[in-house]
């Protein structure tokens, strides 16, 4: 377990960039470029123009949770869940599930530890000073450009052409999820 940890740590630290992989297929390449442009199409003038990264040490946590946390000590900060999803086994010994709390949050267990978190409550903020309840604009200020954009996701990864490790959800320009996720 802590070698699995361990190696996507280090994948996660060093990159393991999706852009070495060459598809060649035409119908791929034309979404990759409509992504692109819709990426930057919508940049306000006074604001960045540069994609934004999020920093594998320092931005994946929401308050005083984070990724890799144990679960016994997400117990003693959480108290109580919800709700417990059924565990879902990955090979020999994985085992994962979500837990559901009382104001929205989600968190995803992976062996005994914290791999996603999910918050939809502005008491939770980034370490950037994000939270449920901004603007896209302070989106941007905080984080520049997403690495790609959806209508009402964007998405940051740990660097360019990455892996996506925060989600960032939105009604109209208001955030309204924020999502911290490892790689898996």
Known sequence: MRNILTILSLLLIFGCS???VNTNNPEVENEKTE???????EVPKELSNEIGTVDVEKDLKLNDLYLYMPYSELANKMGPEKTKSEPTIHGKDEISFNLEYDDG??????NDFV????VVSD????PRGLKVGDTKEKVVELY???EYRLETEWQYANERGGY???S???ETDTVVKIKVNLVM
């Open 18 to 20: 999706s852009n070495n």
């Open 35 to 41: 992504v692109q442009n819709e990426v930057h199409n």
């Open 105 to 110: 949050t989600v968190i995803r267990i992976f």
């Open 115 to 118: 791999s996603s978190i999910e």
């Open 123 to 126: 008491q939770y903020t980034t």
């Open 144 to 146: 520049q450009q997403p």
């Open 164 to 166: 996506i490790l925060q």
């Open 168 to 170: 960032i959800y939105f």
